[in-house]
C-alpha cells in the first residue's frame, strides 16, 4: 500500500438494512473507538433512507457517510432520485457513482458517470469512481483495456483539482466469493495509477484506487497489503459491525 495515501475502507450496504441496521452502526463504532485507532478512513454507504441517521450516529467515531448514486441535476422534474446537493444535505461527504450494479441495471454509461461525478463535486461531495470488467472482457484479454477507457470516459478532468475516489471492481468479483489473484490485482491497480498520474499529474498520483470485490475478513489483510491498493469497497462483509471491523483492522 503506498504510504503517502491514507487508506480508505468504505461499505457499500446497497439495498439492505433499516433502522434496525443501526445497531450494527453502533456496534462498529464501539469496536472502533475501544479498538486500536484505525488506520483507514471508514466510509459507510447505506440506502439514502438511512443517510442521514449515519452520518449523525457515526460521526462521534469517525465514520464518514457517503450515498450509493445522485442524479447529475441539481434539482428539477426526476422523480424518485436525489441530487448530491440533496445527499450532502443529510450528512454525506461522499457519493458511489458508476457502481457495476447500476451500470447494469439502469443503463449507466460512462458519460452519465462522468455527469455523476461532476455534480457530486460541484455539490462538495467526494465521487468514488467505479470502474471494472466483465468476466468474459477479461476472459478476451480485454480487462486493461476496458478498465483504461472506463478510467478515461468516466472520471471528469476536475478530478486534477478535487479528491475523487477509483474503486476497481471486477464485476465477475462482486458478491460471488471469487476475487482476482494478487498478481492480477497488482498489474490492473498499477495500469490505473499509471494512466492517473499520466492524466493528472501529482493528483493522479495520491488519488486513492480502491479494490472492490469479495473482500472478507479471510482475505483483506492480503488484499490490502499490495503495492496500489489503498483501501477497499465493501459489499456484503460490511453489514456486519465485526466482519467489517476485521476488514478495517486489516490496514
Ligand atoms: C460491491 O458491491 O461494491 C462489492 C464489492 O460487493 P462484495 O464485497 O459483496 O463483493
Known sequence: ????????IAGNWKMNGSRASLSELQELAALLTTGDAPRAMVIICPPATMLHAVASQGST?????????CHAQAAGAHTGDLSAGMLADAGAQYVIVGHSERRADHGET?????????????????????????????????????????LAASVPDAAGQHDVIIAYEPVWAIGTGRTP?????????????????????????????????????????????????N?????????????????????
Not at 455527469?115 to 462538495?124: C, D, I, L, W, Y
Not at 466483465?134 to 483504461?148: K, L, M, N, P, Y
Not at 499529474?201 to 469479495?214: F, H, N, R, V
Request: glycine residues 12%; proline residues 4%; negative net charge.
Open 231 to 251: 483501501g477497499g469497497l465493501v459489499g456484503g462483509a460490511s453489514l456486519l459491525a465485526k466482519d467489517f471491523y476485521t476488514i478495517i483492522s486489516a490496514v
Open 110 to 150: 460512462d458519460p452519465a458517470i462522468r455527469a455523476k461525478a461532476e455534480a457530486a463535486m460541484g455539490a462538495g461531495l467526494k465521487p468514488i469512481i467505479c470502474i471494472g470488467e466483465t468476466e468474459s472482457q477479461r476472459d478476451s484479454g480485454h480487462a486493461e483495456a476496458v478498465v483504461a477507457g472506463q
Open 61 to 69: 467515531s469517525g465514520i464518514l457517510a457517503g450515498g450509493q448514486d
Open 181 to 229: 489473484t494478487n498478481d492480477e490485482i497488482a498489474r490492473m491497480h498499477d495500469r490505473i495509477r499509471a494512466l492517473l498520474v499520466e492524466r493528472f499529474g501529482d493528483k493522479g498520483a495520491t488519488t486513492p484506487i480502491l479494490y472492490g470485490g469479495s473482500i472478507k475478513p479471510q482475505n483483506a489483510r492480503e488484499i490490502l497489503a499490495i503495492e496500489n491498493v
Open 1 to 8: 500500500m503506498t504510504t503517502t495515501i491514507t487508506p480508505v
